[in-house]
């Protein structure tokens, strides 16, 4: 496979998680931490930095509406919820990179 095919196939997939995360909203970041050790504001900011390497200045916020598919502070009124303690508390356990 050559790199532009392979770099085609990777935005494709790319562009299908978001989809796939817009579509389930109702999944919270932190349960995605506890399970995964990525949220979507992992997503937004390796984005972020993806445009850095390439010289490409794209800030916090920005980034994240690419990934939230709308302004954060939006996304977080329609769907963030109050973590339980047994979330907090598994967020703790795992301390993930975040």
Same mark, same amino acid.
């Given at each position: 496979?050559?790199?532009?095919?392979?770099?085609?196939?990777? /935005?494709?997939?790319? *562009?299908?998680?978001?989809?796939?995360? =817009?579509? *389930? /909203?109702?999944?919270? =970041?932190?349960?995605?931490? =506890?399970?995964?050790?990525?949220?979507? =504001?992992?997503?937004? *900011?390796?984005?972020?930095? /993806?445009g850095?390497? *390439?010289?490409?200045?794209?800030? !916090?916020?920005?980034?994240?509406?690419?990934?939230?598919?709308?302004?954060?502070?939006?996304? !977080? /009124?329609?769907?963030?919820?109050?973590?339980?303690?047994a979330?907090?508390?598994?967020?703790?356990?795992? !301390?993930?990179?975040?």
């Amino acid at each position: 496979m050559d790199d532009t095919t392979r770099t085609e196939l990777e /935005a494709a997939a790319f *562009r299908r998680l978001l989809a796939h995360l =817009n579509g *389930r /909203a109702d999944v919270q =970041n932190i349960d995605m931490m =506890n399970l995964t050790g990525f949220c979507r =504001n992992c997503l937004s *900011r390796w984005y972020q930095e /993806a445009g850095a390497e *390439r010289g490409i200045a794209i800030d !916090k916020e920005a980034a994240r509406e690419v990934v939230y598919g709308m302004p954060y502070d939006d996304w !977080k /009124a329609l769907h963030q919820t109050e973590a339980s303690a047994a979330q907090a508390a598994a967020f703790e356990q795992s !301390k993930p990179d975040h």
